[in-house]
C-alpha cells in the first residue's frame, strides 16, 4: 500500500542549531513527495517538492529536503533553527492513477525550537 | 497569503442544524479538495473536484454533501452532523489535479467545527 511514515511525533532543537524531521514513504513508481507546514490555526503552507533531478531540494524559509532512494526517505532540513520554525510538519506523496490523483499525508511532526 | 479563502473560519453548530462552509480559490486552478484534520489522526482526504467534476469520494458520510459550482468555488454542506465530526476543514485547490499538471496544493486557512 502507498503510504507516509513521519516516526516522530515531536523533535525538539535548540536555536541556531540544525534539524531534520524525519519522513519515509513506500510507493510503487517514481515518488512525487511534498513537505507542508502547519502554523498553529493556520491552513498547510507547502515548502518544497522532489519531482526528479537534483536528489537536494531548497524551499522556502531556508528549509531543504534530500530524497533518497535507496532508502526510500526524504527528510526535511535546516542548518540554523529560527525559534518561528516551530510548527507542525507534513509529508505527503502524490498518489496518482488513471482515475486518482491525490496527496496522502504522513501523521505530522511537531518541531520544538527553543531560544 | 496562498490564495485560498475559507469562510467562516470558526463555526459552532448543533445535531440538527444545517450550515455550509465555503472555499474560493484566485489562482486559476481547476481542482479542488476538501480535507479534515482532527487531533491525533492523518489527514483525511474527502472529496476531489476536477474541472467541476467529483473524481473521489472517499466514503464520506452522506451528512456531507460538497458542491463545485464552477471551478473557483467549492461547498461543503453540513447537515445533522455528530459530535465527532468537530475538526477542522480544509480546503485545497490544484492545478490539472488529473490532468497531468503540477501537482503542488495549495490550502486554506480552514474552518474549525464544532458540533455539539
Known amino acids: 500500500a502507498q503510504s507516509v511514515a513521519q516516526p516522530e511525533d515531536q523533535v525538539n532543537v535548540a536555536e541556531g542549531n540544525p534539524l531534520t524531521v524525519k519522513c519515509t514513504y513506500s510507493?510503487?513508481?517514481?515518488?512525487?513527495l511534498f513537505w507542508y507546514v502547519q502554523y498553529p490555526n493556520r491552513g498547510l503552507q507547502f515548502l518544497l517538492k522532489y519531482i526528479t533531478g537534483d536528489n537536494l531540494v531548497k524551499g522556502s524559509y531556508g528549509f531543504e529536503a534530500e530524497f533518497n532512494k535507496s532508502q526510500t526517505s526524504f527528510h526535511l532540513k535546516k542548518p540554523s533553527a529560527l525559534v518561528s520554525d516551530s510548527a507542525l510538519y507534513f509529508c505527503a506523496v502524490r498518489l496518482r492513477s488513471y482515475n486518482t490523483d491525490k496527496l496522502i499525508f504522513g501523521t505530522g511532526t511537531r518541531l520544538q525550537v527553543f531560544p | 497569503e496562498t490564495g485560498v479563502t475559507q469562510t467562516p473560519r470558526h463555526l459552532v453548530m448543533g445535531m440538527t442544524n444545517k450550515k455550509s462552509l465555503k472555499c474560493e480559490q484566485h489562482?486559476?486552478?481547476?481542482?479542488m479538495y476538501w480535507y479534515k484534520q482532527s487531533a491525533k489522526k492523518p489527514l483525511e482526504l474527502m472529496f476531489v473536484?476536477?474541472?467541476?467534476?467529483?473524481?473521489e469520494n472517499n466514503s464520506v458520510p452522506s451528512r456531507f454533501s460538497p458542491e463545485c459550482p464552477n471551478s473557483s468555488h467549492l461547498f461543503l454542506h453540513l447537515h445533522t452532523l455528530q459530535p465527532e465530526d468537530s475538526a477542522l476543514y480544509l480546503c485545497?485547490?490544484?492545478?490539472?489535479?488529473?490532468?497531468?499538471?503540477?501537482?503542488?496544493?495549495?490550502f486554506g486557512p480552514g474552518t474549525r467545527l464544532t458540533v455539539l
Open positions: 510507493v510503487s513508481g517514481n515518488p512525487y
Open positions: 485545497a485547490s490544484s492545478q490539472d489535479g488529473l490532468a497531468g499538471g503540477t501537482d503542488t496544493q495549495y
Open positions: 489562482l486559476g486552478h481547476n481542482a
Open positions: 473536484y476536477s474541472l467541476e467534476e467529483r473524481v
